[in-house]
């Protein structure tokens, strides 16, 4: 049973360019969890999504962030015009139903450079 | 808010020393806490927990203990290997939601040589 599948793992842009960050949760998954590993810091939640909704988007920017998760397909965090302080570690999570943490099984993260 | 500082890194020890990776944190309520190792190209995994005050977690070898006293959680194991060699996360977990949304420390590097 592959794990949860991230990609790219590394990820390289320019400023005003956009990111498009892809989460494949492992299979019968239907929940999906973005954090955000700036240097130096702790990785920090950022959305939660159930398929077709966001149940919690608490973490993420209020601007040029945005995240879904389609009926089909992986989830998708997209970040528009990105600058320098976007560079960080993203990971994402899944998990089977609705639980505490021991549910989640994290990706090995997309590490994303702005020049 | 939440928050959780971890020892800085990088860790390097001789195979079969010991270790103590340093854990404290910040947050309201009765936390749960988590230690989570990450392996070169691979994603967290949960190593254990501790759900509440005086709770022992261990895996692997490895072992911490939930002090609310000193609200602490360090990561111990008395003889480390060549395969111990990774990223160790700490986290908290504050509750008041059904799903985990977890606070993370900023890792410490370990590397062991043989």
């Known amino acids: 049973n592959a794990g949860v599948m991230q990609n790219p793992r590394h990820l390289v842009r320019r400023r005003g360019q956009e990111a498009r960050l892809r989460c494949s949760p492992m299979?019968?998954?239907?929940?999906v969890y973005w954090y955000r590993q700036l240097p130096e810091e702790g990785l920090k939640f950022m959305v939660y999504?159930?398929?077709?909704?966001?149940?919690?988007e608490s973490g993420m920017p209020k601007e040029r962030f945005s995240a879904e998760f389609p009926k089909e397909g992986p989830s998708i965090l997209r970040i528009q015009q990105v600058v320098r302080g976007d560079s960080a570690a993203y990971f994402c999570?899944?998990?089977?139903?609705?639980?505490?943490?021991?549910?989640?099984?994290f990706g090995p993260g997309t590490r994303l450079l702005v020049l | 808010g939440n928050s959780v500082t971890q020892m800085e890194g990088p860790v390097t020890l001789s195979e079969e020393a010991f270790l103590t990776i340093n854990c404290t944190y910040t947050?309201?309520?009765?936390?749960?806490l988590f230690w989570y190792v990450q392996y070169p190209g691979e994603g967290l995994q949960l190593l254990l927990k501790?759900?509440?005050?005086?709770d022992k977690g261990s895996n692997k070898g490895f072992e911490a203990t939930y002090r609310k006293e000193t609200t602490s959680f360090h990561l111990e194991k008395g003889s480390v290997q060549v395969s111990d060699s990774a990223v160790y996360f700490c986290?908290?977990?504050?509750?008041?939601?059904?799903?985990?949304?977890?606070?993370f420390g900023q890792g410490t590097i370990l590397t062991v040589h043989p």
């Open positions: 999504l159930q398929k077709e909704n966001i149940i919690d």
């Open positions: 947050a309201t309520g009765y936390p749960s």
């Open positions: 299979k019968g998954h239907s929940h």
């Open positions: 501790a759900t509440k005050a005086d």
């Open positions: 999570a899944s998990s089977y139903s609705v639980g505490g943490p021991e549910t989640q099984y």
């Open positions: 986290a908290l977990d504050a509750g008041g939601t059904s799903y985990g949304k977890l606070t």
